[in-house]
């Protein structure tokens, strides 16, 4: 059983280039070399709705958004967050949580 989704913002026109295809495959990699795959799944959405803070993801069930933070930064989330629980503080970007990040966010409206 999955305990922990993680959205990543691959939509809009910001997220594609602040590397947001890169981080998805990352994370993807991380999640895997670690054998996490039953634990976290890993996906890509549409824009949330957060461009300047791009690149952006979201840890579901914990409602921990991740803004600004670069492909290095990929290993120490999954280390610390998706494998033993703890929260990344320097790279959280706290939103109300959201149980559909991007549903009903046109993501024409994600402007540079």
Same mark, same amino acid.
């Given at each position: 059983m999955v305990a922990r989704k993680v959205f990543v913002d691959v939509g809009g026109r910001t997220c594609p280039t602040k590397g947001s295809a890169q981080v998805l495959e990352l994370l993807k990699a991380a999640v895997a070399r670690r054998g996490l795959q039953q634990a976290v799944e890993v996906v890509g959405r549409g824009c949330f709705g957060l461009c300047r803070l791009a690149p952006n993801l979201y840890v579901e069930p914990d409602g921990v958004w991740y803004s +600004?933070?670069? *492909? #290095?930064?990929?290993?120490?989330?999954?280390?610390? @967050?998706?494998? @033993?629980?703890?929260?990344?503080? +320097?790279?959280? @970007?706290?939103?109300?949580?959201?149980?559909?990040?991007? *549903?009903? @966010?046109? #993501?024409?409206?994600?402007?540079?």
């Open positions: +600004r933070f670069t *492909a #290095a930064d990929v290993e120490e989330i999954v280390e610390e @967050h998706l494998t @033993h629980g703890r929260v990344v503080q +320097r790279l959280v @970007h706290y939103r109300p949580p959201n149980p559909n990040p991007g *549903a009903g @966010h046109d #993501a024409s409206g994600c402007k540079p």
